[in-house]
């Protein structure tokens, strides 16, 4: 007995030490700014703020917001399939495919929730979605570095060219990849292209900085910082946040009387 709980602490110390704080910290941040702009666009949603929340700067708030998430999630797969190599022996492919199809599970639970909320604004295709289905596909890439950069651009300049066809208003198979009806709207919209690119992008970024799992460049022993332990932290749980923040949010706007949910 004593033996295996020795083992398993040393798993557990081996797994926290496995964790670069620098890139826990920086989706905490960008889980903070998600935060933010999320209850200033369900200000807008409900309580009709005057702020133009999703148009003009917000929409480029949003856009470098997104970004962190799709680039971290591609440099963090860097960091996973290394350490996965390391321990086992077979296929990597089972275990991303495991991995996509959770988190596009859980794009699908906000695509019933959004229907509640307002059909008209449905989530078919969001960021859950979009990190869900990249993870599927970036198996060939993940041993890559600089061709990827070359892919990313191939990538965002194959949607921007989906993003001009015209493409009736009742045809939503193509908005996976780019191909958006005329008139369709929705909370989140985060197709395949452009920004597949962007995680391409995070995977040839993590293949330069920690090749093979390992940071190839010191950075001060910051981790014993508050700030930077509660930024890690978020950073740690930013999927659970992420399930549950709008929920609250949305709990406490038809608490106020500001919201009404939509009943079958």
Known sequence: MTTSRALSFRAIASAQTDRFWEVDVLRGIALCLMLFYHFMYDLRYFVHIPYKVGEGRWAVFADLIATMFVGLAGLSLTLSRARWLQRHTGSYWPHLIRRGMRILGYGMLV???????????????????????????????????????????????????????????????????????????????????????????????????????QRRWPLPALEGKHWVRALAWLGRHTLVIYLVHQPVFFLGFLITGFAHLRLL
């Open 111 to 213: 695509t019933v929730a959004t229907w509640f909320v307002d059909p008209a604004e449905t989530v078919h295709f969001g960021i859950l979605h979009l990190i869900g289905v990249s993870i599927m596909l970036a198996g060939p890439f993940l041993p890559l570095r600089w061709l990827n950069v070359v892919f990313a651009v191939l990538a965002m300049l194959l949607g921007r060219w989906l993003s001009q066809q015209i493409v009736p208003a009742h045809l939503y198979w193509g908005l996976p990849f780019g191909f958006v009806p005329e008139g369709y709207t929705s909370f989140d919209y985060r197709p395949l292209f452009p920004w597949f690119g962007v995680m391409l992008l995070g995977i040839a970024l993590g293949n330069t900085l920690y090749p093979h799992g």
